[in-house]
């Protein structure tokens, strides 16, 4: 929540929309949207180079042995289900 907020710029909005973790909990995957849709790839390079203050963010509320590497992508099922969406509003 509030790191992501942290990292957008007005107007921007950073949506997580699922986290998957490995079975081993070396990994976890972080799938977000954002809006508007052109800034997608800056906020995706600036979130990637921050990881590491990712950690430091959930690792106080983490009661884990190990945390695990963060990787932060673009979810492509959330997309393409606002592309459709928007279709449809354009069909009406």
């Known amino acids: ?11 921007t909005i950073i949506s997580v929309t699922n986290l998957d973790v490995a079975v ?7 799938y977000i949207s954002v809006f508007p849709e052109a800034e997608e790839k800056r906020i995706l390079e600036k979130l990637q180079g ?3 203050e ?4 959930v690792k106080p509320g983490l009661k884990m042995k190990f945390l695990p590497d963060f990787e932060i ?7 393409l289900r606002r592309q459709m ?3 449809e509003e354009l069909e009406e």
Do not use: H
């Open 24 to 30: 081993d909990m070396r990994k976890a995957y972080v």
């Open 54 to 57: 990712l950690r430091r963010f």
């Open 85 to 87: 969406q928007e279709s």
């Open 73 to 79: 992508k673009i979810d492509k099922g959330e997309k």
């Open 1 to 11: 929540g509030s790191f992501f907020e942290s990292q957008g710029e007005p107007g």
């Open 50 to 52: 921050n990881v590491e």
